[in-house]
Antibody, heavy 121, light 107 residues
Framework: EVQLLESGGGLVKPGGSLTLSCTASGFRFSSESMNWVRQAPGKGLEWVSSISGRSDYIYYADSVKGRFTISRDNAKKSLFLQLNSLSVEDTAVYYCASHECGPGSCYFPYWGQGVLVTVSS | DIQMTQSPSSLSASVGDRVTIACRAS??????LNWYQQRPGKPPKLLIY???TLQRGVPSRFSGSGSGAVFTLTISGLQPEDFATYYC?????????FGGGTRVEIK
């Protein structure tokens, strides 16, 4: 059974930093690209960042570029997101999601339960 | 970035109804279109990928169609557990983008 478990969320002041973690099990973690997707309270889904299996391809949304850093440790089957220079607009539930591609599309088949990041003074 | 527009943003329906949700891309995305269901307080769940392929374990009352820039998700025979918010997602080009969501409520 595939499981993704996020941790590291919490309350942080504007301008502060936080590191989120996602621990994976049940699939070949090192072979799969991974993503972070966030959802502000009462709002829709926003893709944040993705990283390939060997960390050779990394992408960020414009809204977080230069402030967030995605990384992974395949030996520990873990995905990370370092959040710096946080603002109230970054308040959201952050999900890690796996990434697969097949004929005709790429998609996010598995998601963690999410971790809440609240940025407030 | 490719903009994804869903309609309607919300709808009310009864158990047993047939429901159709539309998703339009700002440019052609071939079949790189996925649908997710999200219940309150839960993560999104993949329903359909590649516009019309049902994810393993998803009931056959869910179906998807379309290609290019116009897509639909149909629920044939709405069940109580289907009341949720549905999102489309394009993965044709970076960054991947989601539609704004369609909330399906009980009439």
């Amino acid at each position: 059974e595939v499981q993704l478990l996020e941790s590291g969320g919490g309350l942080v002041k504007p301008g502060g930093s936080l590191t989120l973690s996602c621990t994976a099990s049940g699939f070949r973690f090192s072979s799969e690209s991974m993503n972070w997707v966030r959802q502000a309270p009462g709002k829709g889904l926003e893709w944040v960042s993705s990283i390939s299996g060997r960390s050779d391809y990394i992408y960020y949304a414009d809204s977080v570029k230069g402030r967030f850093t995605i990384s992974r440790d395949n030996a520990k089957k873990s995905l990370f997101l370092q959040l710096n220079s946080l603002s109230v607009e970054d308040t959201a539930v952050y999900y890690c999601a796996s990434h697969e591609c097949g004929p005709g599309s790429c998609y996010f088949p598995y998601w963690g339960q999410g971790v809440l990041v609240t940025v407030s003074s | 970035d490719i903009q994804m527009t869903q309609s309607p943003s919300s709808l009310s329906a009864s158990v047993g109804d047939r429901v159709t949700i539309a998703c339009r891309a700002s440019q052609s995305i071939s079949s790189y279109l996925n649908w997710y269901q999200q219940r309150p307080g839960k993560p999104p769940k993949l329903l359909i990928y590649a516009a019309s392929t049902l994810q393993r374990g998803v009931p056959s009352r869910f179906s998807g169609s379309g290609s290019g820039a116009v897509f639909t998700l149909t629920i044939s025979g709405l069940q109580p557990e289907d009341f949720a918010t549905y999102y489309c997602q394009q993965t044709n080009s970076n960054p991947t983008t989601f539609g704004g969501g369609t909330r399906v409520e009980i009439k």
